[in-house]
């Protein structure tokens, strides 16, 4: 008899246990289902501020496992942090505050759209007779701070064989020998004949101080330089110094960005004033008295 008991009260339980794990189980399908109709795709909640799993997967992109876990973590914290420090600074926000922030909305929406209509809408040619006539105009604007040079470089060991025959291919410009000779010795050959480079460009690449090199060019059109294991031959094809004015192909990028830079004020002043215009014929701007 009490075992019967015992099986009864065993199988009741189980019941009462079986209902009570349906009971909670459908509530929390349904709180899910809630939730993830709210904010689909959230991972993180501060006071009604949601983080986007979308968002971290954007930070961690070719990561491995263990790295995407420690920048996901990073940034949810510092996510979290400044959401609390918005709610809590926005709590004590001033009506001047209110102002300043939507003007500050107000020329970004603008800043946005007139990047857009620039972008889209401007015309960005350049002709070659205006841009002449702006390098004639302005020659103040386009002089030299430094020297500029157009030629060919040729590193080799100290002890390559026939240096003197190379210094003067090299005067001869004479290619096909200098490329074979850099092929079977150079340690490093560069050849920059169709652009110019500036003492900031070679210094890079020759053990030589900046000054000394301005010095060297103004009277030089083959410099060398050796140190303890190489020696490097620059050879000037051409040259425009320090002080002078630049060429007009060198002058060209300066030259576009003044031009647009002027031609953005006057298209953006234009397309406010196309708007305004607009608006007034068709009723939209009232004036009351």
């Known amino acids: 008899m009490h075992m019967i008991f015992m099986n009864m009260r065993q ?8 209902f009570l794990l349906c009971v909670v189980t459908i509530t929390m399908m349904s709180c899910a289902a809630f939730t993830k109709k709210q904010q689909a795709g959230a991972v993180v909640e501060v006071n009604g501020h949601y983080l986007y799993r ?21 940034y949810i914290t510092q996510w979290a942090k400044d959401a609390l420090l918005f709610d809590k600074a926005k709590s004590r926000t001033t009506p001047e505050m209110e102002e300043l922030v939507e003007d500050y909305r107000r020329t970004l929406y603008m800043h946005a759209y007139e990047e857009y209509l620039v972008d889209r809408k401007m015309s960005k040619t350049i002709s070659d007779s205006m841009a002449l006539q702006i390098y004639a105009q302005m020659p103040d604007r386009f002089v030299l701070n430094e020297s500029i040079v157009k030629g060919l470089m040729v590193v080799v060991p100290n002890d390559a064989p026939t240096i003197a025959k190379l210094r003067k291919w090299l005067e001869k410009k004479s290619l096909d020998n200098i490329e074979k000779y850099a092929y079977q010795n150079a340690n490093g050959y560069e050849l920059f004949t169709d652009r110019w480079l500036t003492t900031t460009d070679i210094i890079t690449h020759m053990p030589i101080e900046r000054a000394d090199l301005e010095t060297k060019l103004k009277s030089n059109n083959q410099i060398e330089v050796t140190d303890s294991l190489k020696t490097y031959l620059l050879q000037v094809n051409e040259k425009h110094l320090r002080g002078e004015q630049m060429p007009l192909e060198y002058a060209r990028p300066q030259i576009e960005k003044i031009v647009l830079s002027a031609r953005q004020v006057e298209f953006l002043q234009k397309e406010r004033e196309r708007l305004y215009n607009e608006a007034i ?4 701007i009232k004036f009351y008295e």
């Open 11 to 18: 199988k009741i339980s189980a019941v009462l246990a079986g």
């Open 54 to 74: 979308s968002t971290l997967d954007a930070l961690t992109v070719g990561l491995s496992s263990e790295d995407s876990l420690r920048v996901a973590q990073q």
């Open 281 to 284: 014929q068709s009723g939209r």
